[in-house]
């Protein structure tokens, strides 16, 4: 059973946009936390950007803000990650996340994507 699917991973130039999908279900889109991590060769899986349920609350990480916009989008049950001045850096398989919490705290099943390979390079 497919829980998120993800979409949009393409190699793009630098200065580039991308946006990036991930479609689940009705019962998890509507009571979860939305968020997008990352993971580069060689470096632990960070968190990119996260949206609380009610959109009221979003978070991203330091060297994406500005240039990366998280967005949630209930008539399809899909979350996007809109990356826009894109730099060599980013490059990554960027991986959705589904998950319940409490602060920091994930409650709960947490459910992931596949990934989706960003490459970003001349």
């Known amino acids: 059973q497919v829980q998120l699917v993800e979409s949009g991973g393409d190699l793009v130039q630098p200065g580039g946009s991308l946006r990036l999908s991930c479609t689940t279900s009705?019962?998890?889109?509507?009571?979860?936390?939305m968020g997008w991590y990352r993971q580069a060769p060689g470096k632990e899986r960070e968190l990119v950007a996260d949206?609380?349920?009610?959109?009221?609350?979003?978070k991203y990480s330091d060297s994406v803000k500005g240039r990366f916009a998280i967005s949630r989008n209930y008539a399809k049950n899909t979350v996007y990650l809109q990356m826009n001045n894109l730099k060599p850096e980013d490059t990554a398989v960027y991986y959705c996340n589904a998950r319940r919490v409490l602060g920091s705290l994930t409650l709960g099943q947490e459910y992931w994507g596949q990934g989706t390979q960003v490459t970003v390079s001349s």
């Open positions: 949206m609380s349920t009610d959109r009221s609350v979003a």
């Open positions: 009705e019962s998890i889109f509507s009571t979860m936390t």
